[in-house]
Structures are given as structure tokens and as C-alpha cells.
Nanobody, 130 residues
């Protein structure tokens, strides 16, 4: 019954910005769980983008998006966000919101592994043109 729904994708030029949102329903104690964003480009494997601690105080980023993307959450609204800045063509992908089975998503090793996340949104497309 856990449902995740992303929104905010679109088409932008290189250097532009987009903010993605993900609304979660059906999970008790949403505020106890790490949440994450992944992305998948055509023909590529699903790739970790960012995760955020349950409290929202600690973000984690893939090296490819470090210093450009900002993950945040609003636990009162059961929502997480991904602010994407300075977008590059390489950021073009379908972006997915993910919720783990374990509150910490398995810690350092598990956090970036899509297998740690049984719950996924439908995805939202981000296209960055040159």
C-alpha cells in the first residue's frame, strides 16, 4: 500500500534548473526512513542520485551530482524534493523516488543500492538539451 508519486520533470536547456517532488502515502512513520532518488537513462542501469536521512539533516549524493543537486524533505507533508541546478545533458534520464525496507536503507553500503528499495514511484522524465 506504500505509494510514491513523482512530479516536476520536464525539458530544459543545459545550465537550467528543475525541482522534482515525490509524495509518499501509505507508510507509517515516514519520518523514520531514509528516502532516495535514482535515475535511469535509456540503455543504462538504474543509478543512485541522492538520499536523505530520516530527519532531513544529512544528505548523500552521487559524485556526478554533488554540488549541483540538493535533496530535501518535508516530513509533515510526507514529501521529498530534488532541486537540480546547472543541469547537463548527462542528467537526462527518468528520475525515480524510492523508499527502503530498512529505516537506514542498509547504511553506507545499502543506501546507494536500488535493491535496498522495494518501493518506487512511476518515474518522471528529465530531458536536458544542448
Amino acid at each position: 500500500q506504500v505509494r510514491l508519486a513523482e512530479s516536476g520533470g520536464g525539458m530544459v536547456h543545459t545550465g537550467g534548473s528543475l525541482t522534482l517532488s515525490c509524495s509518499c502515502s501509505g507508510r507509517r512513520a515516514f519520518y523514520d526512513y531514509v528516502m532516495a532518488w535514482f535515475r535511469q537513462a535509456p540503455g543504462k542501469e538504474r543509478e543512485f542520485v541522492a538520499a536523505i536521512s530520516a530527519s532531513g539533516k544529512r544528505p548523500y549524493y552521487a559524485g556526478s551530482v554533488q554540488d549541483r543537486f540538493v535533496i530535501s524533505r518535508n516530513n509533515a507533508e510526507n514529501t521529498i524534493y530534488l532541486q537540480m541546478n546547472s543541469l547537463k545533458s548527462e542528467d537526462t534520464a527518468t528520475y525515480y523516488c524510492a523508499a527502503p525496507s530498512l529505516v537506514d536503507a542498509g547504511g553506507g553500503r545499502g543506501r546507494g543500492n536500488p535493491n535496498s528499495y522495494p518501493y518506487w514511484g512511476q518515474g518522471t522524465q528529465v530531458s536536458v538539451s544542448s
